[in-house]
C-alpha cells in the first residue's frame, strides 16, 4: 500500500527521520527507487546517530551473538507524508519516520524495537495504558516563534545588516499585525495540514515579533 500511494503523489524522494533521546532530528534521504528495497530489508544507520557506542548494540539470535556499525531501521507505515510543492519546489518529496530493530529476519512479524527510540517507548506506553487502563491519551502542542527582519544600522559604517523582530512593542492579539502577516501564517498553516498538523488557531503573542500556533 505504501509503494503505491508514492507512485500516485508521484514522489521522486523520501526523507526518513526520527528524533534521538536528545529530540535531535536525524534522518537520511532516498530516491523513491529505494523504498521498496528499504521496506524489505531495513535502513542502515549508524549505532552512534542513536546516541550510543558502537560495541553497546550487540544481540543475540538463537544464542549467538552479533554486532556491528549498523542497525536495519523499519518505518512507521501511518507516518507516511507527502511534503507540500511550497516547502521542495525542484522535486516531489515525501517523509516518513523510522525506527530501529533487533533481528537478522527481514520479513518476521516479531518487531523488538530497541529503547532508544522515543516514539517506540512512547507508543509502549499508551498501548499499556489503553490495554491494562482503558485509558486513551491524546496529544497536542503550542509553538512559539519570533518573525525576524534584515535592517541596516543608520551608523553603520561597513553597512552591515541584522535581524530584528518585525515589531519591538507589545503587540498580544493586535488583529492588524495579524492581517499584516497573514499571508505567511496560511502558507504555513497550509504546509502543516498537509503534513497531517492540524492547527486550531494561530495568533500574536506578548514577546517581540512573537507569533503562537496552537
Known amino acids: 500500500a505504501l509503494l503505491e500511494q508514492v507512485e500516485r503523489d508521484q514522489i521522486e524522494y523520501i526523507r526518513f527521520e526520527r528524533c534521538d533521546l536528545y529530540c535531535r532530528p536525524i534522518g537520511k534521504m532516498l530516491h523513491a527507487q529505494h523504498l521498496k528495497k528499504v521496506l524489505l530489508h531495513g535502513l542502515p544507520m549508524a549505532k552512534p546517530s542513536f546516541g550510543i557506542v558502537a560495541n553497546d548494540m550487540g544481540f543475540y539470535i538463537n544464542d549467538s551473538y552479533h554486532n556491528s556499525a549498523n542497525v536495519s531501521c523499519f518505518v512507521y507505515h501511518s507516518t507516511y507524508r507527502k511534503l507540500p ?14 525506527y530501529p530493530r533487533y533481528g537478522l529476519d527481514d520479513i518476521s512479524e516479531q518487531k523488538q524495537v530497541f529503547n532508544v527510540d522515543p516514539r517506540a517507548l512512547c507508543v509502549q506506553q499508551f498501548d499499556t495504558l489503553k490495554r491494562e487502563y482503558d ?28 535581524l530584528v523582530p518585525l515589531w519591538t512593542h507589545k503587540n498580544f492579539l493586535n488583529v492588524l499585525s495579524l492581517s499584516e502577516h497573514q499571508d505567511f501564517l496560511i502558507d504555513g498553516e497550509r504546509c502543516l495540514r498537509a503534513m497531517g498538523v492540524h492547527l486550531e488557531a494561530m495568533q500574536l503573542e506578548y514577546g517581540q515579533g512573537c507569533y503562537e500556533w496552537t
Open 85 to 98: 510543492d511550497l516547502l521542495c519546489s525542484r522535486a516531489k518529496m515525501a517523509r516518513i519516520q523510522y
Open 135 to 162: 485509558i486513551d491519551i491524546l496529544s497536542a502542542f503550542e509553538y512559539e516563534f519570533s518573525m525576524l527582519k534584515k535592517k541596516k544600522s543608520d551608523d553603520d559604517i561597513d553597512n552591515v545588516e541584522t
